[in-house]
């Protein structure tokens, strides 16, 4: 393809992801940096972890933003009960009385799914995770003798944060499979906090999110023109280095005399981001790139999303472990504040 026709490619794809954020934003207020970082992931083609409490309007967000999409929107809600192949199928009694076996969510919109959500998902138990993880990593899945084919599927996914009881963690290794965890949380501002409360059109999902204009990305066509996206920006080799001493940090964060109130840094670490995460983080880093538009790295694209990639990735030493969401906060802000940020050429 010549240069011409793939700047307008760029381009084009770039006004329809925008106005995908813009109308978003207009259904789900005060998360427009979540709805930015979302937008990343679609365009890098990661799935994601979402963090927030309840009612703060996930599923509201991941229905409007599967609609601009396009595409089919699936959901199922982990419970400790759930088995493997209840995302596979579901049994139920026919009009004859008889037994009747049909798809499950995972499998019944076929190649046209483009957003699985599952809520919950600690408290599917480990067997359940295993699989999903499986179908997030190959994206097929054999069944009713045949091969289903997933090449569109973004999977979402949150955690009950309050409960413990009847609840399983997901382990590093599943952690890292997910490109980003990306937080929700209750808009500090009173006014939009207002609007949520008194506002009666934020109780009416489904009339919200149909406001999105549906279709805006074709979501058919995301892995063909992220792979184009991937490879048309560029990076310097200050900043490759500059990525590469970011990485170090992660592991061995006293290593660059990175210190935290009231923790032995030498002890902190486990370990620190794969190399699938910090693949991941060039990933989303070359697509806020290109919604900046702009065709090469800056440090600044690393920023925007090192904490969303990097974080969920870390793993602590069990006396830190309880204290993982503020400890991971302070360490990836300490990481960036003290590595060396190489001058733009």
């Not at 997030?136 to 045949?146: P, S, T, V």
């Not at 792979?227 to 920006?233: K, M």
């Not at 670490?269 to 880093?285: C, D, E, T, V």
């Amino acid at each position: 393809m010549e240069s011409a026709a793939i700047d307008t490619q760029l381009a084009d794809w770039r006004t329809r992801a925008l106005k995908l954020e813009s109308e978003v934003q207009g259904v789900i207020v005060g998360q427009d940096a979540a709805i930015r970082l979302i937008n990343i992931a679609i365009f890098a083609r990661g799935h994601v972890m979402l963090e927030g409490g309840v009612g703060v309007g996930k599923t509201t967000l991941l229905q409007s933003v599967a609609r601009g999409i396009g595409g089919a929107y699936e959901r199922i809600e982990g419970t400790v009960d759930l088995m493997p192949n209840d995302l596979v199928y579901h049994t139920f009694l026919g009009p004859e009385g008889r037994p009747q076996i049909d798809e499950g969510p995972l499998l019944r919109a076929g190649e046209k799914l483009s957003v699985f959500f599952f809520n919950e998902i600690n408290r599917a138990r480990p067997q359940v995770h295993a699989l999903m993880l499986r179908v997030m990593a190959e994206r097929h899945l054999h069944a009713f003798k045949k091969e289903y084919r997933l090449p569109h599927m973004v999977v979402f996914a949150d955690r009950n944060q309050v409960e413990k009881n009847e609840t399983f963690e997901i382990p590093s290794a599943a952690r890292d499979r997910f490109m980003m965890e990306i937080g929700i949380d209750i808009p500090e501002d009173r006014e939009l906090r207002k609007s949520l409360v008194f506002d009666t059109k934020f109780q009416h999902a489904e009339k919200l999110t149909q406001k999105v204009e549906s279709g805006l990305l074709a979501f058919d066509q995301l892995n063909d023109f992220s792979d184009l996206l991937q490879n048309h920006v560029q990076s310097s080799p200050a900043l490759e280095e500059y990525v590469m001493d970011l990485w170090t940090a992660t592991q061995k964060p006293e290593s660059v005399g990175i210190t935290l109130d009231g923790v032995d840094m030498h002890r902190l670490i486990q370990a620190g981001a794969s190399p699938r995460g910090m693949g991941m983080l060039l990933k989303a880093a070359r697509v806020h790139a290109w919604l900046m538009n702009r065709d090469y790295l800056y440090p600044e694209d690393i920023h925007a999303v090192f904490h969303e990639v990097i974080a969920h990735r870390l793993v602590f030493n069990s006396m830190y472990e309880s204290r993982r969401t503020l400890l991971s906060r302070q360490l990836t802000a300490k990481i960036l504040e003290t590595v060396a940020v190489p001058a733009k050429s």
